[in-house]
């Protein structure tokens, strides 16, 4: 067994998922970026608790081989006592604080934002019966290509045995199937007991796992890969392929010959960047087929029914990508592309994200007096909002249930999706909900303006 083989990590590996870190302390998350995922605020703010450790410990929650960190002076300073309490107190309070909200979503236990720092730790600071740290012992065994080349002292030392078994008892740790062999090994050799098998993954956040591929396309996982360079070069969401896919944990480092079932095509993706939400992709995104915000949810796989977690940073605890799929996964037909035949649920006003509103209105309101919009924007309304300076069509409709197709209808003289923007006039009303039936009722001719507002402005 080849001491070389055993991958010491750097000190400026630390995981990007957490705040700036200050001498002598890091965070857990940084403040704030757990809001919105339903916690208690009991919780939320002790999971932006400081550690007193070195910062470098906060690397150790990665899942790799965690070897010594180097000089004697630095591992004393990393593997300090007053470290242990500061890790030991964290869990302690995070199980107290979260027993309400336990998770920060399904698969995803709070308590697995520290725990792996804790059990990483445990890994790189054990020591030997005379005060040394193991890791050091281990990598100044002379190097070999098989354990069983190894001496007899080095196999049964209580620091292999006791590292390997360490290993075994985390999940989180790197422990795989080759350290499964070298521990069997051990205990044969040194007449030892214990299980040998990894432990099952404590973090599953994803769906749940098919039973096959719906699609029938597989891709294997090639160094260099990423969640979202493998969805551009298949044309599929990486939303939907982590969703589906419950081992893939690490969209910007997936394990390297992971097996991954495709899911459906789409015509055309989009990169999603910061700043940006479902409207705007809905409504300008090119290419984009989708007729509402709602598409956008109803194409992609585990984004939220609000579409609140159109675009995550890397950094986040559950970063899936930012490829989506803005035309219909397998070709299927649009359903927006139609508008709703019969009754309906009515009342546009009503929902918003998520909402129950068709985007048409109950009954029609009094048009603003003398600002009615672009003389053919009909006045069978039942909600206008006026476009201020600044505005886009995306800003106009933002939160409420109407889809692009029908915001054109209801307003002619805006054009397409790739025109709307343009033809916006600063000062004039629009229709937002438009009562069933607008269309053989004829456009309003009033094209006076109204004076300008700093702040959108809506009447219904």
């Not at 399904?106 to 030997?128: A, H, M, Q, R, S």
């Not at 499964?180 to 404590?202: F, M, S, V």
């Not at 309101?365 to 672009?374: D, E, K, L, N, W």
């Not at 201020?388 to 800003?395: E, I, L, W």
């Amino acid at each position: 067994m080849a001491s070389s083989r055993y991958s010491r990590p750097l000190a400026a590996a630390v995981l990007a998922s957490f705040a700036s870190l200050v001498a002598g302390q890091f965070q857990i998350a940084p403040t704030g970026s757990l809001a919105g995922l339903g916690l208690t605020a009991t919780c939320e703010n002790v999971l932006y608790q400081s550690i007193n450790c070195n910062p470098y410990v906060l690397s150790l929650g990665q899942k790799v081989y965690h070897g010594s960190p180097g000089e004697r002076a630095f591992t004393n300073t990393v593997c300090s006592a007053t470290c242990l309490t500061a890790l030991q107190t964290a869990q302690r309070r995070i199980l107290g604080a979260c027993a309400q909200t336990p998770n920060l979503f399904p698969g995803f236990p709070v308590i697995t934002l520290i725990d792996p720092v804790y059990y990483g730790w445990n890994e790189t600071c054990l020591k030997d019966s005379d005060g040394g740290y193991c890791n050091a012992k281990i990598e100044a065994f002379p190097a070999v290509d098989n354990i069983e080349d190894m001496p007899q002292a080095q196999i049964c030392s209580f620091c292999l045995g006791a590292k390997l078994k360490l290993m075994q008892s985390s999940p989180y740790s790197a422990y795989d199937e080759l350290h499964a062999e070298r521990l069997q090994y051990i205990n044969k050799k040194c007449g030892q007991t214990g299980g040998t098998e990894p432990q099952a993954p404590a973090i599953n956040p994803n769906g749940t796992t098919p039973d096959n591929c719906l699609s029938g396309q597989k891709y294997t996982v090639k160094s260099g890969d990423t969640c979202n360079s493998i969805s551009l070069a298949n044309s599929v969401s990486s939303s939907t392929l982590y969703y589906i896919n419950a081992d893939l944990v690490n969209c910007s480092a997936p394990a390297v010959g992971l097996e991954l079932c495709l899911p459906d095509r789409c015509a055309t993706t989009f990169t999603v960047t910061q700043g940006q939400d479902c409207v705007t992709i809905a409504i300008r995104g090119a290419g984009s087929t989708a007729s509402s915000w709602q598409d956008i949810v109803t194409w992609n796989a585990g984004l939220d029914d609000r579409c609140s977690n159109i675009w995550s940073a890397p950094s986040s605890p559950r970063y899936w990508g930012n490829v989506v799929c803005i035309s219909p996964p397998g070709g299927l037909p649009d359903p927006g592309t139609e508008e709703p035949s019969g009754p309906g649920t009515g009342n546009g006003n009503i929902g918003g994200p998520g909402g129950e509103g068709d985007g048409y209105a109950d009954a029609p309101v009094a048009a603003p007096a003398g600002t009615i919009a672009s003389g053919t924007t009909t006045t069978m309304c039942g909600h206008y909002v006026q476009a201020v300076s600044g505005s886009t069509c995306a800003s106009l409709i933002v939160g409420s249930t109407a889809p692009i197709s029908l915001w054109l209808k209801a307003n002619p003289s805006l054009g397409t999706t790739q025109t709307c923007d343009g033809n916006l006039r600063t000062g004039l009303w629009y229709c937002l909900y438009p009562v069933r039936g607008f269309e053989s009722a004829g456009p309003s001719s009033t094209t006076s303006a109204a004076k300008t507002t700093s702040t959108a402005r809506a009447q219904s």
